[in-house]
């Protein structure tokens, strides 16, 4: 299937801990992003990432860094989790040449809880 | 400063009803204006806007731009409970960064 996939689903983890979220696009995407989505369902960009390129960078704790190591991946690791990085994380993709350019296309949702 | 506002913020329906969901916005050099359907899961791609006064329909769901009154407005007619879900509005922002600034959605329920 095409798509942008994510993993984990579900990630449970103790306050101080380190963890990674991964993600994949088999669209033939060129740009990547990362969303972050609280109990308000407020969608909040942190990152972007256009091939390889970092291109958005919001205020974002510096305890959260993508890295993307090719234009089909884009990950993210988190150091240091506190209780309110608990929400769930969004990957989506776009492709900058198409006509679509503006579209973005979602992974499924990693919903992070801190404990 | 950019800004997407989406009215109302949550809405409660009959099946069968028809809607209609509004987003309006301020972006600098407006470019295009996406509508995302979002359930429990990941939002969802419908309409993308571009041209003021065309129709975009798809099913029982259709969009139109108003370029003149910096809106858009979301018809979803005979509504059944799936429609059930967080209707987004996006919009990109000036630059090539392709920053979507989102409203703050509308929470639509479909009661039987």
């Known amino acids: 299937d095409t798509a942008v996939s994510q993993t984990p689903k579900y990630l449970v983890t103790q306050m101080g801990n380190d963890k990674s979220i991964k993600c994949e696009q088999n669209?033939?995407?060129?740009?990547m992003y990362w969303y972050k989505q609280d109990s308000k369902k407020f969608l909040k960009i942190m990152f972007s990432?256009?091939?390889?390129?970092?291109?958005i960078n919001e205020t974002v704790p510096n305890r959260f860094s993508p890295k993307s190591p090719d234009k089909a991946h884009l990950n993210l690791h988190i150091n240091s989790l506190e209780l309110g990085d608990s929400a769930v994380y969004f990957c989506?993709?776009?492709?900058?040449?198409?006509?679509?350019?503006?579209?973005?296309?979602f992974g499924p949702g990693t919903r992070l809880t801190v404990l | 400063e950019d800004k997407v506002v989406q009215s109302p913020l949550s809405l409660v329906v009959h099946e069968g009803d028809t809607v209609t969901l509004n987003c309006s916005y301020e972006?600098?050099?407006?470019?295009?204006l996406l509508w995302y359907k979002q359930e429990k899961k990941a939002p969802t791609f419908l309409f993308m806007l571009?041209?003021s006064g065309i129709e975009k329909k798809s099913g029982r769901l259709s969009s139109i731009l108003d370029k003149k009154e910096l809106s858009s407005i979301l018809n979803i007619t005979a509504t059944q409970t799936g429609d059930s879900a967080i209707y987004l509005c996006?919009?990109?922002?000036?630059?090539?960064?392709?920053?979507?600034?989102w409203g703050l959605g509308t929470s639509l329920a479909v009661n039987p």
């Open positions: 996006a919009v990109p922002r000036a630059g090539n960064n392709r920053k979507l600034i």
């Open positions: 989506a993709s776009s492709h900058r040449t198409s006509g679509r350019t503006d579209t973005q296309y």
């Open positions: 990432y256009n091939n390889k390129e970092l291109i």
């Open positions: 571009t041209s």
């Open positions: 972006v600098t050099n407006f470019r295009s």
């Open positions: 669209l033939g995407h060129d740009t």
